[in-house]
């Protein structure tokens, strides 16, 4: 009789892993400088803060909140704040470094940071969600500020939240400096100081960087299939611009639904939809709902996970049968997954590039603040693209001078510019 063996568990490893991995791989591709490895190793400063929040129920809960600040040897930290229930310590600590590899490579006057809020925010009012935001920025208190620590929408945050988060911060200081604290955070509504285009800033680049990449490899567009994974700000704006370039959408995927048509979908009908039902997909009548579990594995060219980290691994890597991989969420394929995608040809657009027309929107938001100054959208949309087509030229030039691929390359161009400022400033004292 033949014994039956145990199927080996799936090899799964968390985000701050993945990051420290690839950092260290980069680190030696290049020869990083030992002591600037060490001090880009190290997050600066972990804050985690326990605060009451009293809910319309007139019951009070405690909530968890964190901010993790990696490096801001580059200029003030900058990173979203997210509230989801996967946010921890860990969580924030992975996607802090990520923000400083990702300010790095766009040339902007940022470190990294990232944190958020322990919470499932469908199980609040609205009501409850602005002071569960008001109390965690007073919590914060002065770990944040405009020349410090800019924060940012994130998963599950937004222009709203943001706009709460400035008005809090700003009432906490004396009536003569108010004004000069609004640009504590970036992504905030255009009536308060925000940017005209930040809504659709990270969309818009992965976009610009799926374009840079076809006109690299000689590939047409219109026509082209591709799905999305996650239909937040980020999934539907770059289903809508790749749409305006000719493609096709005919697959989506969130955690309420997975939704499929070889014919397309129609993306503004699906966002509309998706407003009015809470923003969720389930039981949307302009396409067949389909497997999840057979989403990856969908007859296309381009791919854009959108959603969380961590999900294309090798249980569902070997599946994908694109072209391309355009990263739209923080580490969406982990180690596993990405080694199977280079072993089949998919390309892949790393993350620090892909998605970094959100915080290269966020650094015009900052500066439109503290200039004074108010720009027009297609002035702004026209700037991010600018960056991003510099960015994507360095992470292509550093790949090939070191024959790696486009993440190492992304990493070893960002790497390079902290070790220059290190080696220029020195190490007090």
């Not at 009451?52 to 704040?81: C, M």
């Not at 993306?267 to 969720?280: F, I, P, V, W």
């Amino acid at each position: 009789m033949a014994t039956q063996t145990k199927e080996k568990p799936a090899r799964k490893e968390g985000m701050y892993e993945v990051v420290m991995e690839q950092f260290a791989h980069a680190a030696d591709i290049m020869n990083l400088d030992p002591g600037v490895r060490k001090i880009l190793s190290k997050t600066n400063t972990e804050i985690e803060v326990n605060f009451p929040v009293r809910l319309d129920n007139g019951k009070i809960e405690v909530f968890t909140g964190y901010r993790v600040q990696h490096n801001n040897a580059l200029g003030p930290y900058k990173g979203g704040l997210r509230y989801h229930d996967t946010v921890d310590l860990d969580a924030a600590r992975a996607l802090a470094i990520w923000m400083t590899w990702k300010t790095a490579l766009a040339g902007l006057p940022f470190g990294g940071a990232k944190g958020g809020i322990h919470i499932n925010p469908k199980n609040y009012s609205k009501s409850e969600l602005e002071r569960i935001t008001r109390r965690f920025t007073y919590a914060l208190g002065d770990n944040i500020g405009p020349d410090l620590d800019i924060p940012a929408p994130d998963v599950n945050t937004n222009a709203q939240i943001m706009a709460w988060i400035a008005d809090t911060f700003s009432s906490t200081k004396s009536p003569s400096t108010r004004f000069v604290n609004l640009h504590v955070v970036t992504g905030k509504p255009v009536g308060a100081g925000g940017l005209a285009g930040r809504d659709r800033a990270t969309g818009f680049g992965v976009v610009s960087n799926i374009k840079f990449w076809a006109k690299h490899k000689g590939f047409n567009l219109k026509g082209a299939k591709f799905i999305v994974q996650g239909f937040g700000n980020v999934g539907y704006w770059t289903a809508h611009f790749l749409i305006k370039e000719g493609a096709k959408l005919i697959a989506v995927q969130d955690v309420s639904a997975t939704l499929h048509d070889e014919k397309g979908i129609d993306a503004e009908a699906l966002l509309k939809y998706s407003m009015d039902n809470g923003r969720s997909l389930k039981g949307y009548k302009g396409a067949k709902e389909y497997d999840p579990a057979a989403f990856w594995g969908l007859d296309c060219e381009i791919v854009v996970p959108a959603a969380l980290g961590n999900q294309i691994t090798e249980q569902n890597a070997g599946a994908i049968k694109a072209k391309l991989v355009a990263e739209g969420a923080n580490g969406p394929t982990d180690i596993h997954g990405e080694a199977i995608l280079k072993k089949n040809g998919v390309d892949i657009i790393p993350d620090i590039l892909c998605n970094s027309g959100g915080v290269i929107g966020s650094y015009y938001e900052w500066l439109q603040n503290k200039r004074a100054e108010i720009w027009k959208i297609d002035q702004v949309l026209e700037m991010i693209h600018d960056k991003l087509e510099t960015s994507f030229e360095k992470v292509v030039a550093e790949a090939k001078a070191h024959k790696v691929d486009w993440r190492m390359g992304a990493y070893i161009a960002a790497l390079r510019r902290l070790e220059d400022t290190y080696m220029d400033r020195g190490i007090f004292p």
